[in-house]
């Protein structure tokens, strides 16, 4: 399990745990996740735990998109952390979750930059702000960053600097060192259209930082994601790194069905390129059978919103706050079909708010992990990776024979070891 908990182990079993961490370390985490899910659902029947994926670092606690973020979801448990990907005048990848810092940062206390306040145009829809391609990373540098959610603690904000990519490298790095385990990275390449039409195009710095890090290969401990396509398929001619497809929808419907109102009714790619053919899509498209097939040719796994998997309908006695009035709707089969054509299914947003869940779930956020672990998902991307975890836990011992003697450290055998390290 996790470094936080400590077993008394035979010397033969210590050496065998030697050498697995020192394994791991050198070449990824020891996952189902190194290729495609060829194999469907055998993975998670021969004991492989989905992975649970820090959404922006630790958000649930501390600003998002910082290195004490990322460094909490770490703690927590987190397999790997999610630094959202924009560019800076001058050329640097730095993590943010969009273009527009005006939310997530106290650049509008900086007297200095009031005149850069402007709007634009990000996927057809028009924003007002402060956008990174109008500073120099330097100039980042002296910002801070700030709580995006209202209901969540600010106590810290203005208080830790705004990372850029090798730096987020580097800490997962060196964390890997200090836990003993795998600590891997998820970048998201953000509006990679916007940014290309900037002159500013994301994919090669981003290759470029990876093969610095020594990580631009099959095994490296990465993922890339994004939501848009054409760059996924140029990514996948320049490298062998994993590559996710996001799927996305505006909302959910009173029945159950996905609502496609722009600007999230398309990869924006789709929609600049005026081809009627991609124009006559949604998002939806890609969870089709053809959809899949498409995807497979490319990338290695999506990465749709829940509500693909499980979507919520309207409930006439439901009571709470927001998603606690919905209901679940019946499960579909996405996971199963998306593993048939060999692909791996990572899921978002998970959050521990009772508006946040549906009613189904009694305002227990771990009840909704639990659904989806059964479901047979391979990852989930979580604001509170510590709830993520202690539900994976629960899901293992509910499912896995003997591991129960994982938690309680009465690990006696090989077989046990391979068991507790979910391979």
Not at 176 to 198: A, D, M, V, W
Not at 219 to 226: K, L
Not at 391 to 403: Q, S, V
């Amino acid at each position: 399990m996790h470094s936080r908990i400590h077993f008394h182990l035979p010397s033969s079993i210590r050496t065998l745990l030697a050498i697995s961490a020192a394994a791991l370390l050198m070449n990824g985490p020891a996952y189902a996740h190194e290729g495609r899910a060829t194999e469907g659902r055998e993975h998670m029947q021969a004991g492989q735990r989905p992975l649970v994926i820090g959404h922006r670092g630790a958000p649930g606690y501390l600003p998002e998109h910082t290195l004490e973020s990322y460094a909490l979801a770490i703690e927590l448990g987190a397999d790997f952390i999610e630094p959202d990907l924009v560019i800076t005048k001058d050329g640097v990848l730095i993590a943010r979750h969009e273009p527009n810092i005006v939310n997530t940062t106290d650049v509008a206390n900086h007297p200095e930059f009031a005149s850069r306040r402007r709007k634009a145009m990000v996927d057809g829809a028009l924003e007002e702000g402060f956008f990174v391609s109008d500073f120099t990373l330097a100039e980042i540098k002296t910002l801070r960053a700030k709580q995006a959610f209202a209901e969540r603690p600010h106590q810290f904000d203005g208080q830790f600097q705004i990372p850029t990519l090798d730096e987020v490298i580097a800490l997962a790095k060196r964390k890997s060192i200090e836990k003993g385990r795998t600590i891997g990275i998820y970048p998201e390449t953000k509006h990679p259209t916007y940014h290309q039409k900037l002159g500013l195009p994301l994919e090669p710095r981003l290759l470029q930082a990876l093969t610095r890090a020594g990580w631009n290969h099959r095994q490296a401990p990465v993922f890339i994601q994004s939501f848009e396509q054409a760059n996924l398929k140029a990514l996948r001619k320049q490298t062998s790194v994993r590559l996710i497809q996001l799927i996305d929808a505006n909302d959910v419907n009173a029945d159950g069905s996905l609502d496609f109102t722009a600007p999230y009714d398309r990869p924006y790619d789709w929609t600049a390129s005026g081809q009627p053919e991609l124009l006559a899509r949604t998002f939806g498209y890609l969870t089709t059978d053809d959809g899949l097939k498409e995807v497979a040719s490319y990338a290695d796994g999506i990465g749709p919103w829940k509500r693909y998997i499980v979507s919520t309908e309207a409930n006439p006695d439901g009571t709470g706050p927001g998603e606690a009035q919905l209901k679940l709707a019946e499960a579909g089969d996405l996971i199963d079909r998306a593993h048939q054509a060999g692909l791996l299914v990572h899921t978002w947003t998970f959050r521990n708010e009772a508006r946040r869940l549906a009613g189904d779930y009694a305002g227990n956020p771990v009840n909704e992990y639990l659904q989806f672990y059964q479901l047979g998902i391979d990852g989930v991307f979580s604001d509170f990776a510590d709830t993520a975890v202690a539900a994976r836990t629960l899901h293992e011992l509910a499912t896995e024979p003997g591991y129960a003697r994982c938690l309680t450290g009465q690990i006696r055998s090989a077989k046990d070891l391979r068991l507790c390290q979910g391979q």
